[in-house]
């Protein structure tokens, strides 16, 4: 399978070039610039899902002001891929986003970050109508609709990891899929274009909630899976490496909190997602047609609750064991260019934190 996806990715990477510009870092560093009204206003994303959970409970219990950081844009991205494109084009200085969009911006888009935080473990799964599909190898079968993001992403990366985990031949399984972002994925299972989805939490539990099943989940073909990181430019740790302490230290905060308070922090997260054509705050980087998409799906406080207490594993912590096996399958797959130390985009170590 090598070589998979790269004509695909190289296409992308080079319109990622052609639209890349160069920014100044600010200048000055240490604890007093980074912090305080005087430190640089921080451009963060995050994919529209309940992978950033940690990001919009940080934002909603002030923690960021408290720790003297300033968000200048809280900008929310449909996928990770999306998420990638803009940290290849310089747009953004910290990220909530899956590890495999990450490591392909920095393999294949040659982004300087580091990862110096986890948000959570898991959250990906294939769900499908029972009485089509009842177990992985149904998956195979002429004629399934299957549903999968584009090539690269966490989601399809965890796909390709199920097709090998249950030795399912996967020319079948590929002739069946349709390439489709989540909410067009939870549409088409409603409108019956799809009998199964393979999708980024929190759009399984709301399939779940709807009757779907789970055929398999992260949890059942990639024990410790690492989901999504926080990653940052270089140019911000190198320039206000204190102001990326804070949100390292923002992060544990948030991750603790959540999985202390389960049902408070499903309430922050389903205010955050809950749309009605209208994206919290970016609509201009969440599509408009997309956003009519989001605003169409049903979502409460208990599905989003599901999500974030079984769906995902909420987390700060980063093995780099499991980021190395990413970028290890990634390269098997042909997703990036090839292998390389996983030591080289990883910043874990933080005294005082």
């Known amino acids: 399978m090598k070589g998979r996806g790269i004509l695909w990715l190289g296409g992308i990477v080079l319109c990622w070039f052609i639209l890349a510009a160069e920014s ?27 992978h950033a959970s940690a990001a919009y409970v940080a ?72 009485k089509k599909i009842k177990t992985p190898h149904d ?11 584009r090539e690269g992403n966490a989601a399809d990366v965890f796909f390709e990891k199920g097709i090998s985990r249950y030795g399912l031949n996967r020319s079948a399984v590929m002739k069946n899929v349709r390439r489709m972002n989540p909410p067009e994925q939870i549409l088409a299972l409603k409108t019956g274009r799809l009998d199964a989805a393979v999708m980024p939490e929190h759009y399984p539990s709301i ?14 073909v990639w024990p410790d899976m690492q989901g999504s990181v926080l990653a940052v430019s270089d140019r911000l740790l190198e320039s206000h490496p204190e102001m990326v302490k804070s949100l390292v230290r923002v992060n544990r905060l948030a991750t603790r909190w959540i999985n202390d308070h389960p049902r408070e922090s499903a309430a922050i997260v389903f205010d955050a997602l809950n749309v009605a054509g209208q994206i919290d705050g970016a609509s201009a980087v ?68």
């Open 59 to 130: 934002r909603a219990r002030g923690l960021y002001e408290a720790e003297g950081l300033r968000i200048k844009t809280f900008d929310s991205y449909v996928t990770g891929m999306a998420l990638a494109a803009a940290l290849t084009r310089g747009d953004v200085d910290a990220a909530y986003i899956c590890l495999a969009p990450a490591i392909s911006a920095h393999a294949n888009g040659g982004v300087a970050l580091k990862v110096v935080s986890g948000t959570h473990h898991y959250g990906y799964a294939v769900v499908a109508d029972p």
């Open 286 to 353: 969440y599509p408009a047609p997309q956003a009519r998409l989001a605003g169409k799906i049903s979502l409460s406080p208990e599905v989003v609750l599901s999500s974030i207490t079984q769906g995902v594993q909420i987390t700060a912590d980063v093995d780099p064991v499991q980021v190395q096996k990413t970028i290890d399958t990634m390269a098997e797959l042909g997703l990036i260019r090839g292998r390389f130390d996983a030591r080289g985009i990883l910043k874990l170590e933080w005294p005082g934190i």
């Open 139 to 149: 998956l195979e079968k002429p004629g399934m609709r299957i549903g999968c993001v």
């Open 24 to 50: 100044v870092p600010a200048a000055g560093g240490g604890k007093g610039a980074a912090n305080g009204g005087a430190g640089k206003p921080l451009v963060v994303a995050v994919e529209f899902n309940t």
């Open 207 to 220: 399939a779940v909630a709807q009757g779907y099943k789970v055929v398999f989940s992260a949890r059942d």
